[in-house]
């Protein structure tokens, strides 16, 4: 299996620009989370799928995010408009179950300037 | 409400050297507990979990980790670590509702 691919790897932006990062999770898998991560904060769940039905968007920062899982193998994060406070690096992680622990991706280094 | 504590934000050791890496975790039910390592630039890689019995857990790259109730703790150790050790090592809990509570990380450097 090729593990949980994300892209880009790295996208730049401009401030308003939209945005939208994209995971593709390990086949079988029924659970997808999309974590951001900043040397402030740490790591923060932002929102995670069940079966493709979000579960628990709590995390999501305010209205400016939105996230989708159309199927079973897709999920898109999308930021608009972006802000700087946005840069940071977003992780998509799935697992079957809670027993199993995560599989993560490799992470998409965003920065808004 | 969950959370973890990671007592040491770095951990320089000399290679070779025992390390072990302090998480201490707080939650009012039954838990799931995880290690996880990020190596610069890369996602997270599950090192070892406990789920339920063994206390000693066992896990990749020679790291073991002994779950304490009595002290909600889950120290991660290694008796002897390389150079290629150096990483990021991240705790997290879990528990019924299939989310995951990072703790803020420890920064492993091993130095020849």
């Known amino acids: 299996d090729a593990g949980v691919i994300q892209s880009p790897r790295h996208e730049v932006t401009e401030m308003g620009q939209e945005v939208t990062l994209r995971c593709k999770p390990i086949?079988?898998?029924?659970?997808l989370f999309w974590y951001r991560q900043t040397m402030m904060r740490g790591l923060e769940l932002l929102i995670y799928?069940?079966?493709?039905?979000?579960?628990?968007d709590s995390g999501m920062p305010e209205d400016r995010f939105s996230a989708k899982m159309p199927n079973a193998s897709f999920s898109t994060l999308k930021i608009q408009p972006s802000e700087p406070r946005d840069s940071a690096v977003y992780f998509c992680?799935?697992?079957?179950?809670?027993?199993?622990?995560?599989?993560f991706g490799s992470g998409t280094r965003l920065t808004v300037v | 409400a969950q959370s973890v504590t990671q007592l040491d934000s770095q951990v320089p050791v000399f290679e070779e050297a025992p390390v072990e890496l302090r998480c201490n975790y707080s939650?009012?039910?039954?838990?799931?507990l995880f290690w996880y390592v990020q190596y610069p630039n890369q996602g997270l890689q599950l090192l070892l979990k406990?789920?339920?019995?063994?206390?000693l857990v066992k896990g990749i790259n020679g790291f073991e980790a002994e779950f304490n109730k009595s002290q909600t703790s889950f120290h991660l150790r290694k008796p002897s670590v390389h150079i290629s050790d150096t990483a990021e090592y991240f705790c997290?809990?879990?528990?019924?509702?299939?989310?995951?509570?990072f703790g803020k990380g420890t920064l492993l450097t091993v130095n020849p």
């Open positions: 992680a799935s697992s079957l179950g809670q027993v199993g622990g995560y599989t």
């Open positions: 086949s079988g898998h029924d659970y």
């Open positions: 799928f069940n079966n493709n039905v979000p579960i628990d």
């Open positions: 939650s009012s039910v039954s838990v799931y």
């Open positions: 406990y789920l339920s019995g063994s206390t």
């Open positions: 997290a809990v879990g528990g019924s509702n299939y989310k995951l509570t």
